[in-house]
């Protein structure tokens, strides 16, 4: 599907602590894929245009403590369609993404996080909406060790009775008329509940990471992988060249920058 866009920004980090973004957007798509209830799938439709704006924050007052908050602004609407009949059904017009999140605070982290969907047109008319969604999730943890750490996550947090998505079409349930009854289908939520998990670093022993052929074998003073500093690379010693460098015997901040031929 051909697909034109384009975005314009600003972001600005003047007052202290705070880093903001602001982006205007539009997009054109030859075809839009849009749900059919008969055949229970997505299928492809007319074409639509897109637009909209978008806001981000990210405040921290302390190094271990990050407030962010976005919101954004959209419509869509089918190119050639009546007007009043053009709205792409299930577009989300409103979402708002905020939270706030601790980390490296004395072995503990953790977050609140905010995820709202206002509400959004089901039929090209607009005579019909679904409700907005807004769902709270949190998480709490802690580093056990350098290379673990357990944590507690729970998913929507105050069980709110949302739905994920609805859609509006023709159904028939027994006992209903032949023709069937138009009404609004929901995919729920899913309801409060929670997850503990725990994770850890694998560390390997440095024989076993590939090294660039042109470097001497890491000391224990590089106390990381090997390789190219400005790329990252790590060149295979059969089918790439030996770079045409010579490297350090440690990585200093500062030192001066190399790349693999």
């Known amino acids: 599907v051909r697909a034109k866009g384009a975005e314009l920004g600003v972001r600005t980090v003047r007052i202290p602590h705070l880093q903001s973004t602001v982006a205007l957007w539009m997009m054109r798509l030859g075809s839009e894929l849009v749900y059919n209830g008969d055949i229970g799938a997505s299928e492809p439709g007319p074409g639509s245009r897109r637009s909209g704006i978008e806001v981000a924050n990210y405040y921290s007052p302390v190094r271990w403590l990050v407030f962010d908050g976005d919101v954004s602004k959209s419509r869509a609407h089918f190119t050639g369609a009546a007007p009043g009949e053009d709205l792409v059904p299930e577009a989300v017009n409103t979402v708002i993404s905020a939270g706030a999140s601790v980390d490296n605070l004395h072995r503990t982290f953790g977050s609140l996080r905010l995820r709202h969907f206002g509400p959004r047109p089901l039929v090209e008319d607009g005579s019909e909406r679904s ?93 990381r992988p090997w390789a190219c500093r400005p790329c990252n690379a790590w060149p295979n010693p059969k089918t790439s060249p030996a770079p045409s460098h010579s490297w350090p015997r440690t990585r200093r901040a500062g030192s001066p920058a190399t790349r693999c031929a």
């Open 131 to 223: 409700k907005a969604t807004t769902i709270w999730n949190g998480e709490v943890g802690a580093r056990l060790a350098p290379k673990v750490r357990l944590s507690f996550e729970v998913y929507n947090l105050f069980d709110a009775k949302v739905a994920d998505i609805d859609y509006f079409y023709t159904s028939r349930l027994p006992g209903e008329p032949l023709g069937g009854v138009d009404d609004i289908h929901t995919h729920p939520s899913l309801p409060r509940s929670a997850r503990v998990a725990s994770a850890s670093t694998r560390w390997r022993p440095a024989s076993s990471r590939q090294r660039c052929p042109a470097s001497p074998r890491p000391t224990l003073a590089a106390r």
